[in-house]
């Protein structure tokens, strides 16, 4: 269900925004849920949701892409171990086959009832990072564009959606090496695309993607 969107003062927006926004209204506790991946042309896309505990003492969360890896790594393990988590990751083939927002969805829905099974309390309002609510969730959600920026638990989702892709784009680098992926994560850098280009697609690309897809046509697969 989503509330109607209604008028608020956004005379200080930043991190925390959206829990005063939430506060103001009766919503908390905040449940944040972020992706990571989406716009990748390899690897999975990964979702976390996340519930800070109150009165939390997490400083530095904030939208992860403005957060250094270092900080991103350090501010993760705090999170994981003061919160309730959950993450939901769907992988290229699952990709290909429903489309990325699709699957995207799928990843947040997965990652929201990792949460709902492990915390007894009422969550207040899910804020979704973005324009799309998540089909079929029977809780209180607002999408709300930039909210990694605006929410601490969104913002805490984002990070930990990030680092937990980071570290599996890693491992996939081992087990395909030759395509860099611990240097730019499966997006589409002129590297990775160079790598494309010499050696086609792997298993792990979305074969749906473009330029993946026109890369296929001329690296068939052979496995």
């Known amino acids: 269900m989503t509330p109607s969107p209604d008028l608020f003062d956004e005379s200080t927006p930043g991190p ?10 009766g919503l908390l506790p905040v449940l944040g849920v972020d992706e990571a991946g989406r716009g990748c042309l ?4 990964v979702a976390a949701a996340v519930l800070l505990p109150p009165g939390h003492d997490i400083d530095g969360i904030d939208d992860s892409k403005r957060l250094t890896p270092a900080t991103r790594e350090r501010l993760a393990q705090r ?10 990751i769907v992988g290229p083939q699952r990709i290909d086959a429903v489309n990325i927002l699709a ?6 829905r997965a990652a929201v009832e990792q949460v709902r099974a492990a915390y ?14 998540i089909p079929g969730l029977d809780l ?21 959606a990030k680092v937990t892709r980071d570290r599996m784009m890693v491992a996939l680098d081992r087990e395909f090496p030759g395509y860099d992926f611990t240097r730019h994560k499966g997006y589409g850098t002129a590297v990775h695309l160079e790598a494309l280009r010499r050696l086609g697609p792997c298993p792990v690309h979305r074969m749906t993607f473009a330029p993946v897809a026109d890369l296929l046509k001329m690296h068939p697969r052979t496995a």
């Open 103 to 108: 699957a995207t969805l799928e990843a947040m």
């Open 42 to 45: 390899a690897g999975p896309v």
């Open 120 to 133: 007894t309390g009422r969550v207040g309002i899910v804020i979704v990072d973005g324009n799309q609510p």
């Open 16 to 25: 925390g925004f959206i829990e005063r926004w939430a506060e103001g209204r």
């Open 140 to 160: 209180h959600q607002r999408p709300w564009p930039k909210g990694d920026a605006l929410s601490l638990a969104c913002g805490a989702a984002s990070i930990v």
């Open 79 to 88: 999170i994981l171990l003061a919160s309730t988590v959950g993450v939901g």
